[in-house]
T-cell receptor
Framework: KQEVTQIPAALSVPEGENLVLNCSFTDSAIYNLQWFRQDPGKGLTSLLLIQSSQREQTSGRLNASLDKSSGRSTLYIAASQPGDSATYLCAVNGNQFYFGTGTSLTVIP | GAGVSQSPSNKVTEKGKDVELRCDPISGHTALYWYRQSLGQGLEFLIYFQGNSAPDKSGLPSDRFSAERTGGSVSTLTIQRTQQEDSAVYLC??????????????FGPGTRLTVL
């Protein structure tokens, strides 16, 4: 069974810092990997989707990379802002989606 | 266009009662997923539908849980004889299909269920 791990579980950084969130998975037979953010009491918002044939995707200040062979993905957030504070989840898509437990990010003004 | 919607947004019920949660997926999405998120926990997969059929029901925690989907659109998740441990946020998501490199999930806002 696919297992998805996210490290660190929590992260606190001062505003303006660049940061990296990590996601690892055990089965490389995936269609794609998706990064989400979840604000307290809300559903999940899709940030980026990387297809299995791709190595990275960018959207604004966000850049996600995928190394399928090693079972790793990173989400890079540039010039962090207080509004980036949320829980970030990665999900790998085999025949169903497997989610990590998330990284809780706090950006301090 | 409209996103995934869920109703009710909040549900408080007494232990032993049945509850029904509803999910309206994005129009045209053939795959629909149900997840449960308990306080401070990750997402727990419950069931997914491809069209009206459910290829994978492995995540349903007990036989008190059931789900159906009709017309390839709306889905209902039913919990019978609710227990306090059923208290959680129930999230629904939809996607164009259940597999493939372009398959992207879109989530609804969730239903917060509280069993007293």
């Amino acid at each position: 069974k696919q297992e998805v791990t996210q490290i660190p579980a929590a992260l606190s950084v001062p505003e303006g810092e660049n940061l990296v969130l990590n996601c690892s998975f055990t089965d490389s037979a995936i269609y794609n990997l998706q990064w989400f953010r979840q604000d307290p009491g809300k559903g999940l918002t899709s940030l980026l989707l990387i297809q299995s044939s791709q190595r990275e995707q960018t959207s604004g200040r966000l850049n996600a990379s995928l190394d399928k062979s090693s079972g790793r993905s990173t989400l890079y957030i540039a010039a962090s802002q207080p509004g980036d504070s949320a829980t970030y989840l990665c999900a790998v898509n085999g025949n169903q989606f497997y989610f990590g437990t998330g990284t809780s990010l706090t950006v301090i003004p | 266009g409209a996103g995934v919607s869920q109703s009710p947004s909040n549900k408080v019920t007494e232990k032993g009662k049945d509850v029904e949660l509803r999910c309206d997926p994005i129009s045209g999405h053939t795959a629909l997923y149900w997840y449960r998120q308990s306080l401070g926990q990750g997402l727990e997969f419950l069931i997914y539908f491809q069209g009206n059929s459910a290829p994978d029901k492995s995540g349903l925690p007990s036989d008190r849980f059931s789900a159906e989907r009709t017309g390839g659109s709306v889905s209902t998740l039913t919990i019978q004889r609710t227990q306090q441990e059923d208290s959680a946020v129930y999230l629904c998501a939809s996607s164009w299909a259940s597999g493939g490199a372009y398959n992207e999930q879109f989530f609804g806002p969730g239903t917060r269920l509280t069993v007293l």
